[in-house]
């Protein structure tokens, strides 16, 4: 796994042993990063969340292409583990907020970030469940871009959304989603 482009591309991502946690691919990450730019135009000065974060690979990709700040939640302490020493190698530590928790134990966000990107535990729904929450706390708002990866067959119910697009890689399934 390594970064895909910006700042630090190239540059080497561990992950943590097991399979408790699932790393995007990086043909994956390279086709979402891709949808995103062409809505987004630029990453610069963005604020992103990475729930579900893993390994981290998903924020800190949004950081080496210019956003000013992460976000990372996460509740393993193995992916815990390699996410830390992940931001420490890029030396990325003053740019990063990790919350060792459940992101169903989120309390409310200050302001709604820019970008938000979920990867939860295929087939098990988290994704819409989480939108749900996230919503009402605050951390989605009218100009959040958000992007959740689920298994390849499965389908996203997101009640107050808005699909803006979905693109099959590999074994996932990409969603582009608004607050409708």
Known sequence: ????????????????????????????????????????????????ADLFAGSGALGLEALSRGAERA????????????????????????????????????GPAPQPVDLLLMDPPYGTGAGAVALDKLKRLGWIGPATWISIETGKGEELAARGFEIDATRDVGKARLHLLRMA
């Not at 390279?30 to 987004?40: D, G, I, K, N």
């Not at 939640?73 to 459940?102: K, Y």
């Open 1 to 48: 796994m390594r970064i895909i482009a910006g700042q630090w591309r190239s540059r080497p991502l561990v992950a943590p042993k097991g399979d408790t946690t699932r790393p995007t691919a990086d043909r994956t990450r390279e086709t979402l990063f891709s949808m995103l730019a062409s809505r987004l135009g630029s990453f610069e000065g963005l604020t992103v």
């Open 71 to 106: 976000i990372f939640v996460e509740q393993d302490a193995a992916a815990l583990r390699a996410l830390r020493s992940n931001i420490a190698n890029l030396r990325a530590q003053s740019q990063c907020d990790v919350r060792a928790s459940s992101v169903m134990a989120l």
